[in-house]
Protein backbone atom coordinates (compact mmCIF):
# COMPACT_ATOMS: atom_id res chain seq x y z
CA UNK A 1 0.00 0.00 0.00
CA UNK A 2 1.41 3.80 -0.52
CA UNK A 3 2.34 6.10 1.55
CA UNK A 4 -0.09 9.01 3.68
CA UNK A 5 1.33 11.96 2.56
CA UNK A 6 0.73 15.27 4.36
CA UNK A 7 0.37 18.45 2.24
CA UNK A 8 1.09 21.99 3.83
CA UNK A 9 -1.25 24.27 2.10
CA UNK A 10 -2.42 27.64 1.93
CA UNK A 11 0.09 29.06 4.91
CA UNK A 12 0.12 32.73 5.85
CA UNK A 13 1.76 35.22 3.45
CA UNK A 14 0.55 37.07 0.50
CA UNK A 15 1.01 33.95 -1.57
CA UNK A 16 -1.86 31.78 0.42
CA UNK A 17 -4.00 32.22 -2.74
CA UNK A 18 -1.50 30.18 -5.15
CA UNK A 19 -0.29 27.80 -2.57
CA UNK A 20 -3.97 26.61 -1.65
CA UNK A 21 -3.91 25.66 -5.76
CA UNK A 22 -0.21 24.35 -5.84
CA UNK A 23 -1.70 22.03 -3.03
CA UNK A 24 -4.98 21.07 -4.72
CA UNK A 25 -2.85 20.15 -7.85
CA UNK A 26 -0.29 18.15 -6.17
CA UNK A 27 -3.07 16.62 -4.18
CA UNK A 28 -5.17 15.02 -7.13
CA UNK A 29 -1.75 14.35 -8.56
CA UNK A 30 -0.52 11.92 -6.04
CA UNK A 31 -4.05 10.53 -6.07
CA UNK A 32 -4.04 9.30 -9.16
CA UNK A 33 -0.61 7.81 -8.00
CA UNK A 34 -2.37 5.56 -5.23
CA UNK A 35 -1.30 7.76 -2.02
CA UNK A 36 -3.22 8.89 0.70
CA UNK A 37 -3.98 12.40 1.33
CA UNK A 38 -4.26 14.89 3.77
CA UNK A 39 -3.81 18.54 3.07
CA UNK A 40 -3.22 20.44 5.84
CA UNK A 41 -4.50 24.09 5.47
CA UNK A 42 -1.90 25.95 7.47
CA UNK A 43 -3.04 29.16 9.02
CA UNK A 44 -0.14 29.34 11.92
CA UNK A 45 1.39 26.61 13.94
CA UNK A 46 0.24 23.25 12.35
CA UNK A 47 2.65 20.57 14.27
CA UNK A 48 -0.49 19.41 16.42
CA UNK A 49 -2.42 17.92 12.91
CA UNK A 50 0.54 16.75 12.03
CA UNK A 51 0.84 15.02 15.21
CA UNK A 52 -2.70 13.69 14.93
CA UNK A 53 -2.44 12.45 11.00
CA UNK A 54 0.86 10.81 11.73
CA UNK A 55 1.95 10.82 7.96
CA UNK A 56 5.20 9.19 6.60
CA UNK A 57 5.65 12.03 4.22
CA UNK A 58 5.18 15.89 3.93
CA UNK A 59 4.81 17.95 0.67
CA UNK A 60 5.29 21.37 1.67
CA UNK A 61 3.55 23.62 -0.65
CA UNK A 62 3.52 26.50 0.68
CA UNK A 63 5.05 29.68 -0.86
CA UNK A 64 6.53 32.49 0.83
CA UNK A 65 7.49 33.66 3.80
CA UNK A 66 7.14 30.59 6.70
CA UNK A 67 6.51 28.32 3.91
CA UNK A 68 9.51 28.82 2.25
CA UNK A 69 11.79 30.44 4.06
CA UNK A 70 13.20 28.18 6.49
CA UNK A 71 10.64 28.89 9.49
CA UNK A 72 8.42 25.55 8.13
CA UNK A 73 11.47 23.77 7.60
CA UNK A 74 13.15 23.74 11.04
CA UNK A 75 9.87 22.31 12.07
CA UNK A 76 10.06 19.23 10.19
CA UNK A 77 13.25 18.49 10.90
CA UNK A 78 12.46 18.99 14.30
CA UNK A 79 9.43 16.34 14.13
CA UNK A 80 11.93 13.85 12.05
CA UNK A 81 9.16 13.56 8.82
CA UNK A 82 10.68 13.79 5.60
CA UNK A 83 10.01 16.64 4.08
CA UNK A 84 10.22 17.97 0.20
CA UNK A 85 11.85 20.39 -1.65
CA UNK A 86 14.94 22.52 0.16
CA UNK A 87 16.31 22.55 3.83
CA UNK A 88 16.26 25.04 6.48
CA UNK A 89 19.91 27.05 5.34
CA UNK A 90 18.89 27.07 1.41
CA UNK A 91 15.35 27.83 2.03
CA UNK A 92 16.26 30.78 4.03
CA UNK A 93 18.98 31.97 1.68
CA UNK A 94 16.78 31.87 -1.30
CA UNK A 95 14.38 33.67 0.23
CA UNK A 96 16.47 36.86 1.33
CA UNK A 97 16.76 38.31 -1.97
CA UNK A 98 20.36 39.87 -0.40
CA UNK A 99 22.01 37.07 0.60
CA UNK A 100 21.40 34.61 -1.99
CA UNK A 101 22.85 37.57 -4.32
CA UNK A 102 25.77 37.79 -2.12
CA UNK A 103 26.40 34.38 -2.80
CA UNK A 104 25.57 34.54 -6.66
CA UNK A 105 27.82 37.47 -6.86
CA UNK A 106 30.88 35.91 -5.33
CA UNK A 107 30.37 33.20 -6.88
CA UNK A 108 30.48 34.91 -10.43
CA UNK A 109 26.79 34.73 -11.41
CA UNK A 110 25.57 38.44 -12.92
CA UNK A 111 22.98 40.05 -10.82
CA UNK A 112 21.29 43.50 -11.78
CA UNK A 113 22.98 46.39 -9.78
CA UNK A 114 21.64 47.31 -6.78
CA UNK A 115 21.55 48.70 -3.43
CA UNK A 116 18.98 48.04 -0.10
CA UNK A 117 17.11 50.17 1.67
CA UNK A 118 16.46 49.55 5.83
CA UNK A 119 14.04 50.38 7.79
CA UNK A 120 15.71 53.61 9.12
CA UNK A 121 14.31 54.42 5.48
CA UNK A 122 17.34 57.05 5.22
CA UNK A 123 16.75 57.50 1.36
CA UNK A 124 19.55 58.63 0.40
CA UNK A 125 18.22 57.30 -3.01
CA UNK A 126 20.08 60.07 -5.75
CA UNK A 127 23.58 58.96 -4.11
CA UNK A 128 23.21 55.85 -3.86
CA UNK A 129 22.28 55.16 -7.35
CA UNK A 130 25.08 57.73 -8.30
CA UNK A 131 27.35 55.48 -6.75
CA UNK A 132 25.98 51.76 -7.89
CA UNK A 133 25.65 53.90 -11.52
CA UNK A 134 22.35 53.33 -11.65
CA UNK A 135 19.59 55.22 -13.60
CA UNK A 136 16.16 55.38 -14.05
CA UNK A 137 14.11 53.36 -14.87
CA UNK A 138 14.13 51.46 -11.37
CA UNK A 139 13.10 48.25 -10.06
CA UNK A 140 12.19 48.41 -6.21
CA UNK A 141 10.56 45.63 -4.27
CA UNK A 142 11.01 43.75 -0.80
CA UNK A 143 14.00 41.76 -0.34
CA UNK A 144 11.55 38.54 1.06
CA UNK A 145 8.06 38.62 -1.09
CA UNK A 146 6.78 36.57 -4.06
CA UNK A 147 4.78 36.16 -6.59
CA UNK A 148 5.65 39.79 -8.07
CA UNK A 149 4.18 41.24 -4.60
CA UNK A 150 5.47 44.50 -4.00
CA UNK A 151 7.56 44.49 -7.36
CA UNK A 152 7.65 48.34 -9.21
CA UNK A 153 9.38 49.90 -11.79
CA UNK A 154 9.72 53.19 -11.30
CA UNK A 155 10.92 55.68 -14.26
CA UNK A 156 11.38 59.09 -12.07
CA UNK A 157 11.79 60.07 -8.42
CA UNK A 158 7.88 60.69 -8.53
CA UNK A 159 7.19 57.92 -9.18
CA UNK A 160 9.75 55.92 -6.64
CA UNK A 161 8.29 57.97 -3.84
CA UNK A 162 4.54 57.14 -4.47
CA UNK A 163 5.27 53.21 -4.96
CA UNK A 164 8.41 53.02 -2.07
CA UNK A 165 5.41 54.31 0.40
CA UNK A 166 3.71 50.94 -0.20
CA UNK A 167 6.77 49.20 0.57
CA UNK A 168 6.65 50.77 4.16
CA UNK A 169 6.18 47.76 6.33
CA UNK A 170 9.02 45.94 4.65
CA UNK A 171 11.75 45.79 7.10
CA UNK A 172 14.53 46.01 4.17
CA UNK A 173 13.79 46.88 0.11
CA UNK A 174 16.08 46.11 -3.05
CA UNK A 175 16.73 48.51 -5.40
CA UNK A 176 17.97 47.47 -8.51
CA UNK A 177 18.37 48.61 -12.60
CA UNK A 178 15.94 47.89 -14.37
CA UNK A 179 16.99 45.13 -17.11
CA UNK A 180 15.19 44.91 -20.42
CA UNK A 181 15.01 41.91 -22.27
CA UNK A 182 13.96 38.55 -22.94
CA UNK A 183 12.14 36.79 -19.06
CA UNK A 184 13.69 33.44 -18.93
CA UNK A 185 13.06 30.91 -15.89
CA UNK A 186 15.32 27.75 -15.90
CA UNK A 187 14.31 24.55 -13.51
CA UNK A 188 16.12 22.29 -12.14
CA UNK A 189 15.45 18.65 -10.49
CA UNK A 190 17.84 17.47 -7.94
CA UNK A 191 21.32 17.94 -9.92
CA UNK A 192 19.94 18.10 -13.29
CA UNK A 193 18.80 20.96 -15.34
CA UNK A 194 15.20 20.34 -16.27
CA UNK A 195 15.24 23.29 -19.38
CA UNK A 196 14.16 26.97 -19.84
CA UNK A 197 11.22 28.23 -20.59
CA UNK A 198 10.41 32.21 -21.94
CA UNK A 199 7.79 34.53 -20.85
CA UNK A 200 6.37 37.30 -23.14
CA UNK A 201 4.08 39.31 -20.60
CA UNK A 202 1.20 41.20 -22.57
CA UNK A 203 1.18 43.44 -19.87
CA UNK A 204 4.44 46.46 -18.38
CA UNK A 205 6.35 43.46 -16.94
CA UNK A 206 5.64 39.54 -15.44
CA UNK A 207 3.54 41.02 -12.28
CA UNK A 208 1.06 38.96 -10.22
CA UNK A 209 -1.81 39.37 -12.90
CA UNK A 210 0.51 38.12 -15.45
CA UNK A 211 1.70 35.61 -14.23
CA UNK A 212 -1.84 33.96 -12.68
CA UNK A 213 -4.98 35.69 -14.84
CA UNK A 214 -5.86 33.15 -16.91
CA UNK A 215 -6.53 35.74 -20.16
CA UNK A 216 -3.97 37.92 -18.94
CA UNK A 217 -2.11 37.65 -22.47
CA UNK A 218 1.47 36.56 -20.57
CA UNK A 219 2.64 33.88 -23.64
CA UNK A 220 4.54 30.83 -22.35
CA UNK A 221 7.58 30.26 -25.38
CA UNK A 222 8.95 26.43 -24.32
CA UNK A 223 12.28 25.89 -25.11
CA UNK A 224 13.29 29.59 -24.52
CA UNK A 225 14.15 31.11 -27.49
CA UNK A 226 17.79 31.56 -27.24
CA UNK A 227 21.01 30.05 -29.45
CA UNK A 228 22.33 26.48 -28.33
CA UNK A 229 24.68 28.08 -26.50
CA UNK A 230 22.98 30.41 -24.34
CA UNK A 231 20.53 27.81 -23.64
CA UNK A 232 22.67 25.67 -22.18
CA UNK A 233 24.51 28.82 -20.34
CA UNK A 234 21.10 29.61 -19.07
CA UNK A 235 20.85 26.06 -17.83
CA UNK A 236 24.31 25.73 -16.34
CA UNK A 237 23.95 28.94 -14.67
CA UNK A 238 20.24 27.78 -13.09
CA UNK A 239 22.45 24.60 -11.76
CA UNK A 240 25.18 26.26 -10.10
CA UNK A 241 23.22 28.29 -8.47
CA UNK A 242 21.12 25.48 -7.03
CA UNK A 243 24.33 24.03 -6.18
CA UNK A 244 25.57 27.49 -4.15
CA UNK A 245 22.69 28.01 -1.94
CA UNK A 246 22.90 23.98 -1.50
CA UNK A 247 19.18 23.42 -2.84
CA UNK A 248 17.24 20.02 -2.99
CA UNK A 249 14.58 18.73 -4.62
CA UNK A 250 12.99 21.19 -7.52
CA UNK A 251 14.25 25.19 -7.99
CA UNK A 252 13.30 27.63 -10.44
CA UNK A 253 16.01 30.38 -11.26
CA UNK A 254 14.56 33.62 -12.66
CA UNK A 255 16.13 35.50 -15.49
CA UNK A 256 16.35 38.78 -17.55
CA UNK A 257 18.43 38.37 -21.16
CA UNK A 258 20.17 41.24 -22.23
CA UNK A 259 22.97 41.99 -24.36
CA UNK A 260 23.62 38.65 -25.15
CA UNK A 261 24.08 38.18 -20.65
CA UNK A 262 21.78 36.62 -18.48
CA UNK A 263 21.28 38.29 -15.14
CA UNK A 264 19.46 36.05 -12.13
CA UNK A 265 16.94 37.55 -10.23
CA UNK A 266 16.55 35.00 -7.97
CA UNK A 267 15.93 31.22 -6.98
CA UNK A 268 12.81 29.91 -6.14
CA UNK A 269 13.06 26.88 -3.70
CA UNK A 270 9.55 26.04 -4.05
CA UNK A 271 7.62 27.40 -7.07
CA UNK A 272 4.88 27.00 -8.13
CA UNK A 273 2.85 23.70 -9.32
CA UNK A 274 -0.78 25.79 -10.62
CA UNK A 275 -1.91 24.91 -14.08
CA UNK A 276 -0.29 27.78 -15.41
CA UNK A 277 3.09 27.84 -13.55
CA UNK A 278 6.32 27.25 -14.98
CA UNK A 279 8.13 24.00 -13.86
CA UNK A 280 5.30 21.63 -14.90
CA UNK A 281 5.22 23.13 -18.46
CA UNK A 282 8.92 22.60 -18.55
CA UNK A 283 9.15 18.65 -17.52
CA UNK A 284 6.40 18.40 -19.24
CA UNK A 285 8.34 19.56 -22.46
CA UNK A 286 10.94 17.17 -21.15
CA UNK A 287 8.77 14.43 -21.40
CA UNK A 288 7.91 14.23 -17.11
CA UNK A 289 4.22 14.25 -16.57
CA UNK A 290 2.62 16.20 -13.44
CA UNK A 291 2.22 13.39 -11.47
CA UNK A 292 5.47 11.78 -12.30
CA UNK A 293 7.18 14.94 -11.03
CA UNK A 294 5.07 15.01 -8.05
CA UNK A 295 5.88 11.21 -7.28
CA UNK A 296 9.26 11.91 -7.95
CA UNK A 297 9.47 15.08 -5.23
CA UNK A 298 7.82 12.60 -2.94
CA UNK A 299 10.23 9.81 -3.39
CA UNK A 300 13.47 12.35 -3.08
CA UNK A 301 11.58 14.04 0.14
CA UNK A 302 14.29 13.19 3.00
CA UNK A 303 15.01 15.37 6.27
CA UNK A 304 18.69 16.34 7.11
CA UNK A 305 18.15 18.02 4.01
N1 LIG B 1 15.83 44.29 -12.25
C1 LIG B 1 14.76 43.99 -12.98
N2 LIG B 1 14.68 44.38 -14.27
C2 LIG B 1 13.59 44.12 -15.03
N3 LIG B 1 12.50 43.48 -14.57
C3 LIG B 1 12.51 43.06 -13.29
C4 LIG B 1 13.63 43.29 -12.43
N4 LIG B 1 13.34 42.77 -11.21
C5 LIG B 1 12.11 42.22 -11.32
N5 LIG B 1 11.60 42.41 -12.56
C6 LIG B 1 10.29 41.94 -13.04
O1 LIG B 1 9.49 41.55 -11.93
C7 LIG B 1 9.25 40.12 -11.95
C8 LIG B 1 9.29 39.56 -10.54
O2 LIG B 1 10.57 39.77 -10.00
P1 LIG B 1 11.21 38.73 -8.97
O3 LIG B 1 11.33 37.40 -9.62
O4 LIG B 1 12.44 39.34 -8.44
O5 LIG B 1 10.08 38.73 -7.84
P2 LIG B 1 9.31 37.61 -7.01
O6 LIG B 1 8.14 38.29 -6.44
O7 LIG B 1 10.25 36.99 -6.06
O8 LIG B 1 8.83 36.54 -8.08
P3 LIG B 1 8.36 34.99 -7.94
O9 LIG B 1 6.93 34.94 -8.28
O10 LIG B 1 9.17 34.33 -8.99
O11 LIG B 1 8.67 34.53 -6.55
C9 LIG B 1 10.32 39.57 -12.87
O12 LIG B 1 9.94 38.34 -13.41
C10 LIG B 1 10.44 40.69 -13.90
O13 LIG B 1 9.37 40.67 -14.82
MG1 LIG C 1 10.57 35.59 -9.74
Known amino acids: MKKLIAILAGGISGERKISLITAKACAIALKQKGYKIKVVDVRGYFLEEIKKIKPAIIFNAL ?31 AMDKELSRLIFKKKGIKV ?48 FLKNYKKLYD ?16 AAVMGNMPLGAIELQPKRKFYDYKAKYKKNSGTKHL ?3 RLSKIKYNEVLSLAKKAHQYLGCKGITR ?3 KFYNNKFYLLELNTQPGMT ?26 ASCKR
Open 63 to 93: HGRYGEDGFTQSILEYIRIPYTHSGVLSSSL
Open 112 to 159: PKYFILNQERNLKLKKNMKEKNISFPIVIKPINEGSSLGVFICKNNKE
Open 170 to 185: YKKIIVEEFIPGKEIQ
Open 253 to 255: SDF
Open 222 to 224: MPA
Open 275 to 300: SLSLVPEIAEYKGIKFPDLVEWMIKD
